[in-house]
């Protein structure tokens, strides 16, 4: 049988691939983005319950209604917004199937979607399957500032979604209220739809606050906003996220997540809806919680010829080995991978096309005994050399 596969450049995943790799050394992975730290064991308790009092069926399609009812309730704490959970709120599988959905709602046949470099990497893969394009505009680094005059050129009459992330992986930059001003002003005027991947909204370091397209009167009647307990409850494993837009988006928005996982894990959403309910405040810490690992390792590192970029939200942190090598980021990773045990992410594969760099990404969502282990052996690294 002839067989054409509809993404032929697309392999696994630089993440995958690097655990593996990690696996394969024994190395210390501080590459890919999950805590090695445990849930709350309240959260683990309000799982058993749910599973214990029957809530092993289908949920609904749009999620357990006590969930959305919980997310409304963070959402109304976070920006001061009424979100309707019946029309305006859905719970997906992980923030992943929020961003497909999004964009198969919104993207089609000849269509394009701008995304920002260097890009998470679930956002190309889903607007091809749709038939549409990427146009990819890279953010000026050092910084990793948007450049909207670069963003307007880049723009057509096929331009149907801007996919913007703050806090943004792999960056670790945050927009500014000013960012979503230019944004709202450029896309005034054209049938544009803005997707929103805000799943480190609650990880802003330094006094910052993040500016999410939910807060922004013009922009939020045309965004999807997509949020990731994973992220919040350091429960990656859970695959439970959320889309908030619109009733007419989320209209459309439903019709794909309806065919695309129909539900999310019945007891795993009443175990999270019980659980805000009981400690609302549970992810009100996180940016202190994340701001100390970041000063931990930071720390740790600086001058030792991986330099930590300065880092303003998310839960990773780059630092540049330029000091030490001019080798690509894939052949140097690999090479600590071997020679250091640690695994990392280099910066490369988030590009359509790379810059000449010399950054790798390291997760910060370890135990602070990680952290302090995997600088050891880098600082070890870079003596030896
Ligand atoms: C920017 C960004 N968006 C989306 C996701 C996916 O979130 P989830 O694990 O909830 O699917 C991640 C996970 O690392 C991410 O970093």
């Known amino acids: 049988m002839r067989f054409e596969s509809k993404l032929p450049d697309v392999g696994t995943t630089i993440f995958t691939v690097m655990s593996r790799r990690a696996l394969e050394e024994g190395a210390l992975n501080i590459g890919q983005g999950f805590p090695d730290y445990p849930i709350d064991p309240r959260l683990g308790e309000s799982l058993v319950d749910a599973v214990a009092e029957g809530h092993n069926q289908y949920a609904p399609m749009e999620g357990v209604i006590a969930l959305r009812e919980q997310i409304a309730l963070k959402l109304k704490t976070s920006y001061a917004i009424e979100f309707d959970p019946g029309t305006e709120i859905t719970v997906t599988c992980g923030a992943t199937e929020a961003l497909y959905d999004s964009i198969q709602a919104v993207v089609g046949p000849g269509d394009e979607a701008v995304i920002f470099d260097p890009a998470y990497d679930a956002y190309e893969p889903a607007v091809r399957l749709a038939g549409g394009r990427c146009v990819r505009i890279p953010l000026t680094p050092p910084a990793f500032r948007f450049d909207w005059d670069r963003v307007r050129h880049g723009l057509s009459d096929r331009t149907r979604l801007i996919i913007v992330n703050s806090p943004q992986n792999p960056s670790c930059t945050v927009a500014e209220r000013a960012d979503l001003d230019a944004l709202a002003a450029l896309i005034r005027d054209r049938p544009i739809t803005v997707l929103a991947d805000e799943v480190y909204e609650n990880v802003l370091y330094d006094g910052r606050r993040h500016a999410s397209v939910l807060a922004h009167a013009e922009l939020r009647p045309r965004s999807f906003a997509v949020f990731s307990f994973g992220k919040t409850l350091h429960a990656t494993g859970w695959r439970v996220g959320y889309c908030v837009a619109p009733p007419e988006l989320t209209r459309e928005l439903r019709k794909v997540h309806q065919f695309n996982t129909f539900s999310i894990a019945a007891p795993l959403q009443h175990a999270i809806a019980r659980y805000l309910a009981q400690y609302p405040d549970s992810w009100t810490g996180l940016s202190a919680f994340f701001e100390a690992k970041r ?50 992410i280099p910066l490369s594969p988030f590009y359509a096309t790379a810059p000449k760099m010399t950054l790798l990404r390291l997760c910060i969502a370890k135990r602070d005994e990680t952290l302090k282990t995997a600088a050891q052996r880098l600082l070890a690294f870079a003596t030896r050399r």
């Open 295 to 344: 000063n931990l390792l930071a720390g740790l590192l600086r001058g030792s010829g991986f330099e930590p970029v300065p880092a303003a939200g998310t839960y990773f942190l780059l630092v540049d080995y330029g000091a030490l090598s001019q080798s690509s980021d894939i052949e140097f990773a690999d090479r600590l991978i071997r020679e250091a045990k640690i695994a990392t």
